[in-house]
Structure formats: C-alpha cells, structure tokens
C-alpha cells in the first residue's frame, strides 16, 4: 500500500520561509496526482489552501504557493505568521476515484 | 453559499453500526462537477479519506474501510449518508463531509478529470464507540 509522506514537523521564524513537502513511499509525486494542500488548527475543520499542485483556492493569501520539487509536492509559506502555526496535510489522488491524505505536519511559527 | 452539516448519533456502541448524514444547503448535490465525500479524524490523529460518491449513485471507497461502509445519496433531500458496520473503539473519530471538486474536460472523443480536491468542508461531528 503506497504511503503519502510528509515531516512530522518543521519550525519557522516569523517573517520567514518554510517548504514542506509531501512524496510517496514509492515513486515520485507529478502532476498528475492533482496534489492539494489543507491547513487544519485544533478544534477546527480543514481549510483548503492550494489545489492542481499549485492552484490557490479562493481567498488564500499569495503568500500561500504550491509546486512540485524535485519527486514531491511542496506548499511554500512566505512571510509565515503567527496565525500559521497549524497543522498541513496534503492530499494526492491515486487514481479511481482514490484520495489519500498524508500523515501531516505540525508547524510551529517562534 | 453551499454550506454541509453532518448530524448524527455521538455514541455508538461497539460492534453496532455508525451512521451519519450530511445535508448540503445553499446549492443541489445533483451537480455534474462534483462529488461528496466523507473524511474522519481520530482524537489527536491525522484524516483519513473514507469515501466518496457521485450524485448519480456511484461509489469509491478505501480499500482499508471497504468491507464495512456504505456511503448513498439522497438527491430529493440534497443528503448524503455513511454507515460504518462493525464499529470497534477504533472508529472513534470526528467525521467530516466535505464537497470534492473533480470537473471534467471533453474532447470529441473522450473527457478527462482536471483535478480532485476537497474544496468545501462540513465542521465535523465526533462519533464515540463505547459501550
């Protein structure tokens, strides 16, 4: 069973810039898995960010950018915030019908 | 603004079967554009994708659930509805609909997806099994 990765954490400094990455415990994430981006505070239900590898959804912040780099996809934090410390999840789609959610990674903005 | 709310039982006992609905309000489920989905949540634990379904009735599921749920539609009620059989302390979780966006490009001669993604989110439900 394929495995969606992503790092258990990562820290920023204020005002900083951040990548975090979601890959597969085999291959290489492309395009073509339509890889999305969720930022999800405690208490609270997912909040879409980033759609199509690098789409942001409605009233997302441009700060906010996804990519593909090198086999993974990527969500790019510019300028973090406080508000941002949240945890990320990306999703990618395997094929009929399947979605698969990363195991997610807790941000910590200090 | 479409709006989804999930309602249900918070208590379910073991061995019994979990059920929720998901009423979706301000727009019809029966677009072409779009599934509806269910993803869950453990105390303290990451998402995990249940299932989906397509207003016209058909089903995806993961593989990992497949034995033990059903996920229907409700087009008159603009409702969809996910039973868990089976349930055990495992399936203790905050349930969430959510709306998956999947439109479809056509050729002459064949369509494909553009995209999958969860754009709209219900605000979950916790489901508790215990006896």
């Known amino acids: 069973q394929t495995v969606v990765t992503q790092e258990p954490s990562f820290s920023v400094s204020p005002g900083g810039t951040v990548t975090l990455t979601c890959g597969l415990s085999?291959?290489?994430?492309?395009?073509?898995?339509?890889p999305s981006w969720y930022q999800q505070t405690p208490g609270q239900a997912p909040r879409t960010l980033i759609y199509?590898?690098?789409t942001r959804s409605s009233g997302v912040p441009d700060r906010f950018s996804g990519s593909i780099l090198g086999n993974k996809a990527a969500l790019t934090i510019t300028g973090a915030q406080a508000d941002d410390e949240s945890d990320y999840y990306c999703v990618l789609y395997m094929g009929s019908g399947m979605m698969v959610f990363g195991g997610g990674t807790k941000l910590t903005v200090l | 603004q479409l709006q989804l709310q999930e309602s249900g039982p918070g208590l379910v006992k073991p061995s019994e079967t979990l059920s929720l609905t998901c009423t979706v309000s301000?727009?019809?489920?029966?677009?072409?554009?779009?599934?509806w989905g269910w993803i869950r949540q453990p105390p303290g634990k990451v998402l995990e994708w249940i299932g989906s379904?397509?207003?016209?009735?058909?089903?995806y599921y993961n593989p990992s659930l497949k034995s033990r749920v059903t996920i229907s539609v409700d087009t008159s009620k603009n409702q969809f509805s996910l039973k868990l059989s089976s349930v055990t302390a495992a399936d203790t979780a905050v349930y969430y609909c959510?709306?998956?966006?999947?439109?479809?490009?056509?050729?002459?001669?064949?369509?494909?997806?553009?995209?999958?993604?969860?754009?709209?989110w219900g605000r979950g439900t916790l489901v508790t099994v215990s006896s």
């Open positions: 199509s590898t690098n």
């Open positions: 085999s291959g290489s994430v492309s395009t073509s898995y339509y």
């Open positions: 379904i397509y207003y016209s009735g058909g089903t």
């Open positions: 959510a709306r998956l966006e999947a439109p479809n490009r056509c050729s002459s001669t064949s369509c494909y997806t553009l995209y999958w993604y969860f754009d709209l």
């Open positions: 301000g727009g019809s489920i029966s677009s072409s554009s779009y599934y």
